[in-house]
């Protein structure tokens, strides 16, 4: 005969599972667990040592147990993390943040890949109906644009798959987590630096398909009206994704050359959508016998390794 506290654990198991379904994580104590399955303190504690052993509760000390989000069966404790790529720019480390942190917790973890194009996200997220995980880590595809894909996120939602979106969200599923930078503070706060160093023309070049790239350049236009200064329309320009790959597979540049000869002419400043594309304009304004930041000073956001890279320290 199966022993009581082996029962018990079954049961809580049960109850743990109902209960994280409906966000609750924390059990009840050991006098309400004795009272509710009309057992011992001593069958509870051990019911709850065994649960602790296989990672689904944690002890809080002076608080009491909680649920660790994992499962008993190790193949449900999978989290789908989806990015543009994996093996360029700031993602690789981003990557190996959130992996390490899934480890420590139990989780394994698997990489997806749309080079943000939506039909990608799209067969992705079919694959993710068709073989659950627990929880799905997302940057999503062209954000500032509407998206084709909402009815695969609502499913993936409705069969218990927790979404957390990273660096942007869809605005018709504001209602997921999202963690994002203050991209609208950020390029405010550029703004204001260089009309405090007495740039009074100052160009933007910004992505025009995710919502990084209008938040960005909203703060930007924002800190020049602050200013008293005009709103510099005639020197702001947008870039695609496809124009971006261009650039990074085959080095089109046409778009920056486009860039420097109509919206950067008079201007002493250009604040770019990140470091990437500041990298390459700094290149081409080089070849084009620019110097920086003597001509023209150049600022961008995510700080990253290409802005200590660059032939010229950038402000990023």
């Not at 660790?68 to 720019?89: F, V, W």
Request: charged share 25%; glycine share 6%.
């Amino acid at each position: 005969m199966t022993e009581k506290y082996i029962r018990l654990a079954n049961l809580l198991r049960d109850l743990i599972a109902s209960n994280t379904k409906s966000g609750i994580h924390k059990l009840p104590s050991e006098a309400q667990l004795s009272k509710q399955y009309g057992v011992s303190r001593e069958t509870v504690r051990r019911a709850l040592a065994l649960l602790i052993e296989e990672g689904l509760i944690e002890t809080r000390k002076g608080s009491g147990s909680y649920a660790t989000g994992l499962a008993g069966d190790s193949k449900l404790n999978r989290i789908a993390i989806m990015l543009p790529c994996e093996n360029e720019y700031i993602y690789p480390s981003v990557i190996n943040d959130i992996q390490t942190t899934l480890n420590q917790r139990g989780y394994s973890s698997v990489i997806y890949q749309t080079e943000n194009n939506v039909s990608t996200e799209r067969e992705l997220l079919k694959e993710l109906i068709r073989n659950p995980v627990r929880g799905l880590i997302v940057e999503g595809c062209k954000s500032a644009l509407p998206n084709p894909n909402l009815d695969l996120y609502e499913r993936l939602r409705h069969a218990g798959t927790s979404i957390v979106f990273l660096h942007n969200y869809y605005a018709a599923l504001s209602d997921c987590i999202h963690i994002t930078d203050d991209n609208y503070y950020g390029g405010y706060l550029l703004g204001k630096h260089l009309i405090e160093q007495n740039h009074t023309k100052i160009a933007g070049l910004f992505k025009s398909d995710d919502m990084q790239g209008p938040e960005r350049y909203n703060g930007l236009v924002s800190a020049i009206r602050d200013s008293g200064l005009p709103i510099p329309d005639k020197h702001i320009a947008w870039f695609s994704t496809e124009e971006l790959k261009d650039l990074e597979k085959k080095q089109d540049t046409g778009f920056l050359l486009e860039f420097i000869r109509k919206q950067l002419k008079s201007c002493t400043a250009v604040i770019c959508y990140n470091d990437e594309i500041a990298y390459w304009l700094i290149k081409e304004l080089q070849y084009a016998n620019l110097r920086v930041p003597e001509d023209i000073a150049v600022a961008c956001f995510d700080n990253s390794y290409l802005s200590e890279l660059s032939a010229v320290r950038i402000t990023s």
